[in-house]
């Protein structure tokens, strides 16, 4: 089954740019979504197909996706920012959903 | 506003059976495709199940294969998830989500809790 790899954790400075990032065979075939949980509460999308975001998004976040890797960029980091992210897929292969294992975010 | 709603979790015992619902409002829901996804205590996201919006298709993560089973009754806008035999590895939150095709999880209730403990 197709897997999503991701860093555990991402620490940054308030200000600075987090990088977070999915990789997977040939991700940058597939479309690639994020998305935010913090604590206690249900996952909200941050981006979809892959660079595509909510309205309700601020414009810090952006989105990459080439090769084997997919990015989140969340640029000027913000203290609300601290929170969990997971990137997914849709497997065409198998038609399943696969997430990532998730990253946290540490604001500094 | 969009709201799901899960309900049905609790405590069972190792080889029991447990069924969730999921009601919808402020949706069509007819037009949507559901899934759902579960999150052990502290682990990460993990899809479980899907069903088409006209129920005629149904896809099972490898872990719940066999033991689970997805279904809708739109005239009720209400999405189950029936599971069997389960064990302590199903102990998790179970969330139910929607999307407007296949693409993210635009919707998401606020989770079922599943303890499976004897």
């Known amino acids: 089954s197709f897997v999503l790899a991701q860093s555990p954790s991402v620490s940054v400075a308030p200000g600075d740019t987090a990088t977070i990032t999915c990789g997977g065979h040939?991700?940058?075939?597939?479309?690639v979504h994020w998305y935010q949980q913090k604590p206690g509460q249900a996952p909200v999308v941050v981006m979809s197909?892959?660079?595509d975001r909510p309205s309700h998004i601020p414009e810090r976040f952006s989105g990459s996706n080439s090769g084997s890797t997919a990015t989140l960029t969340i640029s000027g980091v913000e203290a609300g920012d601290e929170a969990d992210y997971y990137c997914q897929v849709w497997d065409t292969n198998s038609d399943h959903r696969v997430f990532g294992g998730g990253t946290k975010l540490t604001v500094l | 506003q969009v709201t799901l709603v899960e309900s049905g979790g609790g405590v069972v015992q190792p080889g029991t059976s447990l069924r969730l619902s999921c009601v919808a409002s402020g949706i069509t829901f007819n037009s949507l495709d559901f899934h759902w996804v579960r999150q052990a205590p502290g682990k990460g996201l993990e899809w479980v199940a899907f069903?088409?919006?006209?129920?005629?298709?149904?896809f099972y993560g490898d872990s719940v294969k066999g033991r689970f089973t997805v279904s809708r009754d739109d005239s009720k806008k209400t999405l189950y998830l029936q599971m069997n035999s389960l064990t302590g590895e199903d102990t998790a939150l179970y969330y139910c989500?929607?999307?407007?095709?296949?693409?993210?999880?635009?919707?998401w209730g606020q989770g079922a809790l599943v303890t499976v403990s004897s």
């Open positions: 040939n991700i940058g075939n597939l479309d």
């Open positions: 069903i088409s919006y006209d129920g005629e298709n149904e």
């Open positions: 989500a929607a999307d407007r095709g296949p693409g993210p999880f635009d919707y």
């Open positions: 197909y892959t660079n």
